[in-house]
């Protein structure tokens, strides 16, 4: 069965990132206010970006690791950059053992 990974940026421009194996619905639901708790409080949303998987497990994975990503990295992912992805994670790295 295939899946999606999704981002969802809300009224408050805070990142909401989920999976589903219907895509059209859960925006649906969310837009409806009958998504997650955390959406339902930031209505509007917008969905700002989606992978496909073959798979909803593999987009299941991917959900949890992109949610584990601070904004700087959903915003190179949702902006087309995934070649600063790699230098965000350093940097990252880099601050935490620095500080």
Same mark, same amino acid.
């Given at each position: 069965? !295939? &899946?999606?990974?999704?981002?969802?940026?809300?009224? $408050?421009?805070?990142?909401?990132? =989920?999976?589903?194996?219907?895509?059209?619905?859960?925006?649906?639901?969310? @837009? #409806?206010?009958? &998504?997650? #708790?955390?959406? !339902?409080?930031?209505?509007?949303?917008? /969905? +700002?970006?989606? @992978?496909?998987?073959?798979?909803? $497990? $593999?987009?299941?994975?991917? @959900? !949890?690791?992109?949610? =584990?990503? #601070?904004?700087?990295? !959903?915003?190179?992912?949702?902006?087309?950059?995934?070649? /600063? /992805?790699?230098? /965000?994670? +350093?940097?990252? &790295? %880099?601050? %935490?053992?620095?500080?």
């Amino acid at each position: 069965m !295939k &899946g999606w990974i999704y981002i969802l940026e809300c009224a $408050d421009k805070s990142y909401y990132t =989920g999976s589903t194996n219907n895509l059209k619905l859960r925006l649906q639901q969310h @837009e #409806n206010g009958a &998504g997650a #708790n955390y959406t !339902k409080k930031r209505l509007p949303v917008v /969905l +700002v970006y989606y @992978e496909e998987y073959a798979r909803i $497990d $593999d987009a299941f994975y991917r @959900e !949890k690791q992109v949610q =584990g990503w #601070n904004r700087q990295k !959903k915003e190179a992912l949702i902006s087309g950059r995934p070649d /600063l /992805l790699p230098e /965000l994670a +350093v940097s990252y &790295g %880099k601050r %935490k053992c620095d500080g």
